[in-house]
């Protein structure tokens, strides 16, 4: 138990700054009282969810969401807080330079631009001290014959190189993939396969990402976890869950066993060591339900699923699996997951001088009721910006 419990006090969940914001679908952004009007107050609310979980101490960027005159002042306020800067995510998809695409659009001055926005954001690691950069293409084609796919393929290589080469010492980028939308065609970085394949001859500072939800529904998504730390490629997570597509929902909320599966193969894999560098981060829009305790309820989420997933008893699985005990092997795997973990973190929380129930521990805090006086006209999360 000892062991478990270490292994859970240097798991880090890194939330979204665009978590905190106001959000919605394309149909209607709602807003909520008491949201950050800056990225200053974004990072106030983000301390919030690490002061009652212990677990949460670093906050992914967005760029231009959170464009600031001076990033080092918005890291020194980050420390002042308690947490620090996480991923710094590019945004390559909102400018109408982008309709035919970023880095794989057909214009050269477009594929200029895009690049120069994603290094840009490696400026940014540099002032701030972050050290991953995440990237996310929304490039891709509607109709069959509209670009020449190979050819993207290029320009995107072409891109990745560049940007790649502008990396510094301790620093490295994510890929991230996704099979469709906004583009549904042909999207051009549209699964692990293609952002391991770029990785791999990029090097070792190029990794891949998994967002949970941008795959085809049954997707087994762990695989492709075990896979890639097998392959010294898995950069990180961007955790969160859905029902059809790409729904940001809550971690852990549509599907909690197979983020339990997931874990488990991040533990089998060693990727729980902080030297693995998998970064557990969160990407999730809390359109409906209020945003602090959308973000608190999530990191929950992911650390009872990664305690059960090291109860797992690894021993008696190995045991059962080489002896080819189909039921056995499944039992022990199924005892870990039906095991209440709740009463376990309650204790660590306690021991770390936390309350045991960080949710409850929120609400009396006051702070929302502090922010919702203080706040007027909070800014959207970025989505239709
Ligand atoms: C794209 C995505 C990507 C973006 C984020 C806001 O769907 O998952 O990570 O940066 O959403
Ligand atoms: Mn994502
Ligand atoms: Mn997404």
């Not at 062991?3 to 709602?30: C, M």
């Not at 396969?193 to 090097?203: F, I, P, Q």
């Not at 608190?296 to 992911?302: E, K, Y």
């Not at 660590?348 to 007027?376: H, N, Q």
Request: hydrophobic share 40%.
């Amino acid at each position: 138990m000892t062991d478990i419990k270490a292994a859970l006090r240097a798991q880090h969940i890194e939330t979204p700054s665009w978590a905190y914001g106001n959000s919605g679908t394309r149909f209607k952004v709602f807003a909520q009282k008491g949201v950050p009007r800056d990225p200053y107050e974004k990072l106030a609310d983000a301390a919030q969810v690490h002061a009652h979980t212990g677990i949460a101490p670093t906050v992914a960027l967005h760029i231009p969401w959170d464009k600031v005159a001076d990033y080092a002042d918005l890291a020194r306020h980050a420390r002042d807080l308690g947490v620090g800067i996480g991923a710094i995510n590019s945004n390559v998809f909102q400018d109408d330079d982008y309709m035919l695409g970023s880095v794989t659009n057909p214009s050269k001055r477009v594929r200029r631009k895009a690049t120069d926005h994603l290094l840009e954001c490696v400026d940014i690691m540099d002032a701030t001290g972050s050290d991953t950069l995440k990237l996310w293409f929304s490039d891709g084609i509607n109709y069959p014959g509209q670009d020449d796919l190979r050819s993207r393929q290029d320009r995107l290589a072409e891109s990745l190189a560049e940007v790649y080469e502008r990396l510094g010492e301790g620093q490295r980028f994510l890929l991230e993939y996704k099979l469709f939308e906004p583009a549904f065609y042909a999207t051009d970085v549209p699964d692990w396969g293609t952002a391991y394949a770029h990785c791999v001859k990029l090097g070792p500072k190029a990794q891949v990402v998994v967002d949970t939800g941008h795959h085809a529904p049954g997707t087994n998504i762990e695989f492709i976890v075990a896979f890639l730390l097998r392959e010294g490629k898995l950069g990180g997570f961007d955790f969160n869950s859905r029902f059809y597509a790409d729904d940001d929902l809550m971690v852990g909320a549509a599907d909690p066993f197979q983020l339990f599966r997931i874990m488990f193969e991040v533990v089998r894999g060693g990727g729980l060591d902080p030297a693995a560098g998998v970064a557990f981060m969160l990407d999730q829009c809390h359109n409906i339900e209020p945003k602090i305790p959308g973000q608190i309820r999530s990191v929950m989420n992911v650390q009872e699923a990664t305690a059960k997933a090291l109860l797992v008893d690894r021993e008696a699985l190995a045991a059962a699996q080489s002896e080819g005990d189909v039921l056995g092997a499944n039992a022990v795997f199924m005892d870990a997951y039906n095991t209440d973990v709740r009463p376990l973190l309650a204790e660590l929380r306690e021991e770390s001088g936390l309350a045991p129930d960080p949710m409850a521990a929120y609400a009396r805090s006051g702070y929302f009721e502090k922010i919702a006086a203080e706040r007027v006209g909070g800014t959207q999360a970025g989505w239709g910006a």
